[in-house]
Every structure is written in structure tokens, then in C-alpha cells.
């Protein structure tokens, strides 16, 4: 870290280029997640019930194997192509085989996982505990996208952020006491957990999954319980506006279901980088008034 002290540009430098590149392995990570998720789910459903007449998943898929490969013409990625955001560049948005179109979601995702990265890098002091901060921004991207393509928060991600929170604070890296990151963690849970059921006695209807607490859960693990009104405040009304936009725009009912997690998501890494001085600026303004 003392290289750091005399070159102050190096951490935001390196976190950034890291960030482009790991942003470049969300893509494959928000992809998949979901398809090895269903994949278990239907090697369980055949394993449990065998007169259920599903289909066992065939051949090996998890995030390294297959290969990448173009899903009009199946002809695989080159090492070439999966330069973060210049090969998209390079490309013009096509394949280099069949020129189908390439997502622009590919190059987005990986330019706000490396700004993301270079906002941490600017704004906070080189340490292990921002270092660890940017992998907790990875999660956050990753369950974020996950969430809005198929409303679901993996316990792959939400559970090992929870723990790896109180870990680092368990081991004197993170600021947050351990105290403070166990209630956090139990009181996101708890939370949640209780608004879910009020909902459902009162409506008879699910209001939000199970994995809109386990990340909320992991938020309180990392930035300790005071934060937490803070970041239900704004993922709820972030998410009231948001998600009636899009349901509008989807044409879809006010009933129908719209996902959580990214608000929740959004809402805990504005915490976690400028939570003291919104909170600092609420107080003056409550004695200012």
C-alpha cells in the first residue's frame, strides 16, 4: 500500500482497468448464474421425482465451460473480442463472423463496473477495506442485472456478501464494528422479513422474494444497522418511481410485479460512499429547521 502514498494515481489507474476487466467477466456471470441455477433446480426435480417426466440437464455448463460463442452463428469468442469495451469498439457492435449485432449492454456494464470502481478508487483512501469494496461493487452489479432479467437474487452472491462482511468485520478490516455489522445483517433480514409477511396476511399475495432480505441482509452486514433506514428510504421511493416507469412502459399493470434488488442495490452503494455526509447534511437541515 506505501506504493499507493507516493503514487496517488496508481489505485485509481489499476481499480479502474481492473474494474473494465472484471466488468467483462459480470457479462458471463449474469448470463450464466441464471442457467446453472436452473439447471441444478431440474437435476433435483429429476433426482427427487423421478415420474415427473423433466429432462436432465446434458454436458458440462458453468462459467468457464462452454466457451463463449456468438448465439446466431455459435462460432466462438476470440481472445481478441473480449477486450473490455475496445473490441466492442473494434467490432462496431458485430460479430466478426456473421455480423449479428452485439448487445450494447456488453459495453455499458463493463464501462459502470469500471467507473463504479474509479469513484471508490477516488473517493476513498488505498486500503484492503476499499479494495474489499470493490468486490463488494461487483456483487452489486452482478445481483443488480441478474435481478432485472429474471427476478432473481442468488444465494450464490447474496450469502457470501453477507458473510464476507461480517468477516472483515470480525477481523478488524472493515470500520464497521462486529457488533454492528451482526445486527445489521440480522435486523436487514428481520426487516424485510416482516414487511413480506404483514403484506401477506393482509393481501394474501407475495409483495417481494426472499432474496430482496438476504441482500438487504448483506448491506446491513457491511455498513452496519444505522445505515439501514436509510437505504430502505431511498431503494423504496428510487424503486416506487422506477418501477412504475417501467411497468408503464412494459404496459403492464400496477399489480404486477417489477424486482427490488436493484433499488436496494443502488441504494446501499450510494451508503456505502456518501452515506455520513447525506446523513451529516440531514441533520443540519433538521437543526437548521
Same mark, same amino acid.
Given at each position: ?15 479502474? +482497468? ?12 449474469? *448470463? ?13 426435480? +429429476? @433426482?427427487?421425482?423421478?415420474?415427473? *417426466?423433466?429432462?436432465?440437464? #446434458?454436458? +458440462? ?6 466457451? $463463449?460463442?456468438?448465439? *446466431?452463428?455459435?462460432? =466462438? ?11 466492442? %469498439? ?5 460479430? *466478426? ?10 459495453? !455499458?456494464? @463493463? ?16 486500503? /484492503? ?7 463488494? #461493487? ?17 444465494? =450464490?452472491? #447474496?450469502?457470501? !456478501?453477507?458473510? $464476507?462482511?461480517?468477516?472483515?468485520? !470480525? ?34 399475495? @407475495?409483495?417481494?422474494? /426472499? &432474496?430482496?432480505?438476504? !441482500? ?9 444497522? =444505522? /445505515? ?7 431503494? $423504496? ?12 412502459? =412494459? ?23 456518501? &452515506?455520513?455526509?447525506?446523513? /451529516?447534511?440531514?441533520?443540519?437541515? %433538521?437543526?437548521?429547521?
Amino acid at each position: 500500500m506505501e506504493l499507493f502514498i507516493y503514487y496517488p494515481w496508481l489505485f485509481p489507474l489499476l481499480a479502474t +482497468v481492473f474494474g473494465l476487466i472484471v466488468g467483462s467477466f459480470l457479462n458471463v456471470v449474469i *448470463h450464466r448464474l441464471p442457467i446453472m441455477m436452473e439447471r441444478e433446480w431440474r437435476q433435483e426435480c +429429476v @433426482e427427487n421425482f423421478p415420474n415427473s *417426466h423433466i429432462e436432465a440437464p #446434458t454436458g +458440462v455448463f458453468n462459467l468457464s465451460v462452454p466457451r $463463449s460463442r456468438c448465439p *446466431h452463428c455459435q462460432t =466462438q469468442i476470440r481472445v481478441i473480442d473480449n477486450i473490455p469495451v475496445i473490441s466492442w %469498439l473494434l467490432l462496431r457492435g458485430k460479430c *466478426h463472423q456473421c455480423k449479428s449485432n452485439i448487445s450494447v449492454r456488453y459495453p !455499458l456494464i @463493463e464501462l459502470l463496473t469500471g467507473g463504479l470502481c474509479l469513484l471508490i478508487s477516488t473517493s476513498l483512501p488505498a486500503d /484492503y477495506y476499499s479494495i474489499a469494496l470493490l468486490f463488494f #461493487t461487483f456483487v452489486l452489479v452482478a445481483a443488480t442485472f441478474i435481478d432485472l432479467d429474471t427476478m432473481l437474487l442468488p444465494d =450464490q452472491l #447474496t450469502l457470501p !456478501l453477507m458473510w $464476507s462482511g461480517i468477516a472483515l468485520a !470480525l477481523f478488524g478490516i472493515s470500520p464497521i464494528s462486529l457488533q454492528d455489522s451482526i445486527i445489521g445483517a440480522m435486523a436487514g433480514y428481520l426487516c424485510l422479513w416482516s414487511v413480506y409477511w404483514g403484506f401477506k396476511l393482509l393481501t394474501k399475495k @407475495e409483495g417481494m422474494g /426472499y &432474496g430482496d432480505f438476504k !441482500l438487504l441482509a448483506a448491506l446491513g452486514a457491511w455498513l452496519g444497522w =444505522q /445505515y439501514l433506514p436509510m437505504i430502505i428510504l431511498m431503494s $423504496s421511493l428510487v424503486g416506487l418511481v422506477f418501477g412504475l416507469i417501467q411497468l408503464r412502459l =412494459q404496459r403492464k399493470g400496477i399489480d404486477k410485479a417489477f424486482p427490488f434488488g436493484p433499488y436496494l442495490a443502488i441504494a446501499g452503494w450510494i451508503a456505502m460512499l456518501w &452515506g455520513e455526509q447525506i446523513l /451529516y447534511s440531514y441533520y443540519r437541515f %433538521l437543526l437548521g429547521a
